[in-house]
């Protein structure tokens, strides 16, 4: 895109968070339960602005969607979100459908982490991946918030999608090299919580170790060579562990009592940081 000015690739990432948000709900309202995926169009679900109706109408959809599954038809998990009480899920998580607050702060965040990609890489193909990133760990952190787990389901196929965008990406840069520290840089974040979870099972899930792929090699991919692949996964860990020890301390006086909370919305907001933040971390900016 070299004729394309970085200020269009912001507007042209933020308008595309907007679209791509109603399907992040849509992930993660229906894979914890394992419901079958599909993208909902825009008269049914739009942008923001679904998540600000009134509770009427959605106690109504309620209604209906009770109606649809006594009849054995198939019942969106989202209309039952009227009895969900944001404050309590905000404490201890839900688990059910996704409630309002969380659904408009998710379509909100979306266009501003894709808007985030933009600033940061500019008129690149760079971009395009690096959206999938901040969409895929915008879903599992939501997730994880909500349900205390990371879902393969999320992680496997955006790693599936990650490693050919990757590829095909670098070699049209010409920037083969890359691939290498990418993986690199999976490997060096995998095995850093691998060992963490086989010392502290209880702090660290393998469901972090899995997604600790997905992240290292966005990392490792930025990075200029492979000992600063390492290096950008350290900084990131080191902001994850500090963000998570922040998180937990907050709820601890808030609950009053110590308590499990998700450890994977750190790691993913860390990342996040070291992502647009890569170039001062390493020296290299």
């Known amino acids: 895109m070299p004729d ?8 042209l990432c933020a308008v595309a968070g907007v679209v791509v948000a109603p399907f992040l709900t849509t992930l993660i309202e229906q894979v914890p339960g394992k419901l079958p995926l599909r993208w909902p169009g825009p008269a049914e679900h739009p942008p923001i602005l679904y998540w600000l109706r009134p509770r009427e109408e959605t106690a109504s959809a309620a209604t209906d969607a009770a109606s649809r599954t006594a009849t054995g038809a198939g019942a969106d998990p989202r209309d039952a979100r009227a009895d969900v009480d944001d404050a309590e899920a905000a404490e201890e998580g839900f688990d059910g459908p996704l409630p309002p607050g969380w659904g408009l702060a998710t379509e909100i965040a979306s266009p501003v982490l ?5 600033v940061r890489f500019g008129a690149s193909a760079v971009v395009v991946p690096f959206c999938v990133l901040f969409g895929a760990l915008l879903v599992v952190s939501v997730i994880d918030i909500g349900h205390y787990r990371i879902p393969d389901r999320i992680v496997f196929p955006t790693l599936a999608l990650s490693l050919p965008l990757i590829v095909a990406v670098s070699l049209g840069l010409g920037a083969g090299r890359s691939i290498g520290y990418a993986l690199v840089g999976a490997l060096a974040y995998f ?6 979870h086989l010392v502290y099972p209880a702090g660290m899930g393998f469901g972090d170790v899995k997604l600790a792929l997905l992240m290292g090699l966005y ?13 950008l996964v350290l900084f990131a860990l080191m902001i994850g ?10 709820l601890a006086v808030v609950r009053r009592r110590n ?17 647009l933040f890569s170039q001062q971390l390493l020296g290299t900016g």
């Open 191 to 196: 095995l850093l919580l691998l060992v963490a």
């Open 4 to 11: 394309v000015s970085d200020a269009l690739v912001v507007a």
């Open 114 to 118: 894709f808007a985030l990609a933009g």
């Open 259 to 275: 308590a499990a909370f998700p450890f994977g919305p750190a790691l993913a907001a860390s990342t996040v940081a070291a992502v």
């Open 241 to 250: 562990c500090l963000l998570g020890v922040a998180v937990g301390a907050v």
């Open 219 to 231: 990392l490792g991919w930025i990075a200029p060579d492979a000992i600063r692949a390492v290096t």
